[in-house]
Each structure stands twice: as structure tokens, then as C-alpha cells.
Nanobody, 121 residues
């Protein structure tokens, strides 16, 4: 089992930059899990959506709404996953979730963090 803990959420200003971090207890290496990691988010009244994802080969995917503004990165030695968010917009307000054990960039994912609230105004 992999435990994921997100940090870095808070109340942020539109136009600003901020970084979210996620620490994994270990790399998912279950026989039925993949090696992708990702950030998802869920805004009030909306479904959870993929924000950014990264595979074991370093290839990345981004939602159209964050392309050019957000950057996903990982540190394999530290088992961490970061999301650098620039040019923040109020519509980025959501609970952000870290996910691991994905078979493909956009999942499905086996492990999820508890989420961290990001509010942009």
C-alpha cells in the first residue's frame, strides 16, 4: 500500500505562483499498478479532473486549462511529486489530489492522497 500526503495548499492571489508537493511512502510497485503519478483536482459542484501527469519515462500530460501555467515534476530519490502553479486564476480553486500507481497518464490510479485545498481570489 502507498500513502500519499499533499502539502502546500492555501489561499492564494490571482496571478501569483505557488507549489504543491506530495510525498509518497514508497514507489508503487504492485503487480497491478502502473508507474504514473498525477495531480487531479475537484472544484465545488464539479467532477474530479486530471490536471497534470507524469510517467516513469518523464513524459508529461497537462489539462488544456493549465498548459503553459502548471508544471509537474518528480524526484524519484525522494519519492516526491510537485506541481508548480503559475499565473493562478480563480478557476484554479479546487481540492488538489496527488495520485500514484497509474497505468497510463490519466489513469486509472490505485492510490490517492487526502487532498489539499487551493483557493485563488
Amino acid at each position: 500500500h502507498v500513502q500519499l500526503v499533499e502539502s502546500g495548499g492555501g489561499s492564494l492571489q490571482a496571478g501569483g505562483a505557488h507549489r504543491l508537493s506530495c510525498v509518497a511512502s514508497r514507489v508503487s510497485n504492485d503487480r497491478h499498478s502502473g508507474y504514473c503519478m498525477a495531480w487531479f483536482r475537484q472544484a465545488p459542484g464539479k467532477e474530479r479532473e486530471g490536471v497534470a501527469a507524469i510517467a516513469s519515462d518523464g513524459s508529461t500530460r497537462y489539462a488544456d486549462s493549465v498548459k503553459g501555467r502548471f508544471t509537474i515534476s518528480k524526484d524519484n530519490a525522494k519519492n516526491t511529486l510537485d506541481l508548480q502553479m503559475n499565473s493562478l486564476k480563480p478557476e484554479d480553486t479546487a481540492i488538489y489530489y496527488c495520485a500514484s500507481g497509474g497505468e497510463r497518464h490519466w489513469g486509472p490510479y490505485n492510490y490517492w492522497g487526502q487532498g489539499t485545498q487551493v483557493t485563488v481570489s
